[in-house]
């Protein structure tokens, strides 16, 4: 099961902070659904490929998004 957070209350830059936080949770190579508002979705794409993780879809949900991110694998040496 893939976990979920809802940022859909929270405002930049505390969109993606929170969602930076809920990533480290995760294992490499690992999904995490977030549920936020059509407002935040730019930036925290952008943040999140800015970091090297992938945003592998983006879904309508009622009046807000689930995005589904996949976090970067382990950097190799």
Do not use: W
Not at 36 to 42: C, R
Request: glycine content about 6%.
């Amino acid at each position: 099961m893939i976990p979920e957070i809802d940022i859909t209350r929270d405002v930049c830059p505390m969109t993606f902070v929170k969602v930076k936080i809920a990533l480290t949770k995760v294992a490499p190579s690992g999904k995490l659904s977030v549920l936020l508002k059509e407002e935040a979705l730019k930036n925290v794409i952008s943040s999140l490929k800015a970091e090297g993780h992938r945003v592998t879809g983006v879904k309508r949900r009622e009046s807000a998004y689930v995005m589904e991110i996949q976090r970067k694998g382990e950097a190799r040496e």
